[in-house]
């Protein structure tokens, strides 16, 4: 790991979400869900890890799929679990989905709060019907035929296709459950029109990221097919912790993560120590 260096050059997070941060650094980007903490239980030590972090002088960054919270959201719960947040360090799928678009469209939103906020952040019209502009997908804990009908209605009659993301499933501390990913699969099938994913790894979340942080940062997180390949993408290595959705490295995976450790406290601890 590189030392620190403030050696900055102006950016901004996104122009959604105009940023105290306007600086690029050194980060450890961290995935959330399976990282920081299964569903509402916190992972143990993961805010200690956070704390480490930031006392060693790097920035942080947290890169989620999940598109269900909103910004208070966020900061409420990392606030709960003794983490304070800037703007701009929360970057999630809903934020990347609104960069795809545009002020004024009509937007036909499943899934949570999140993506609503971050829809209507972007100057577009958050619409429950099937002649929209867009259909946007994320989460959505009350998906039912009602929906996928209307999402299919509207595809078909045009309506550009923008998902959050599409990881298969969700990490709880009871088990996996059905991810954004199984939602967007199912208007994908009726439909025959693949969306646009805007989450990790995907370019949308790699542009706002990189507005953001500077070269020399790291993206930790629990999942290959999303963190993995996402800091593949972004060049940065990969730090697998395996608190999460996986279990065991795959040897298929290319690269192979840089790091492996049960959990982010142990993984930071090995590396600052
Ligand atoms: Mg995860």
Redesign the pocket.
Known sequence: MPAFNRGCVVGEVSKLYRSALAVTEICWCL?????LWLADQPIAGSSEAVKMLRAAGFGVRFV???SVPTLEQYRSKLGSFGIEIADGEVISSSMAAASLIAPGERVYVVGGAGLREAVASAGAEVVDSSDADVVAVGWARDFNFEIISKALSAILAGARFVATND?PTY?TPNGLVPGAGSMVRSISYSTGVEPEVSGKPNRAISELLKQSVGSGSVMV???FS??GLFAKRAGMPFYLVLS??TKDVDPSWDPPPSKVASDLLTLVKGVLN
């Open positions: 995935d959330l869900d399976g990282v989620t799929n999940n990881d990490p997180g629990d999942r999303t963190d999460g959705v």
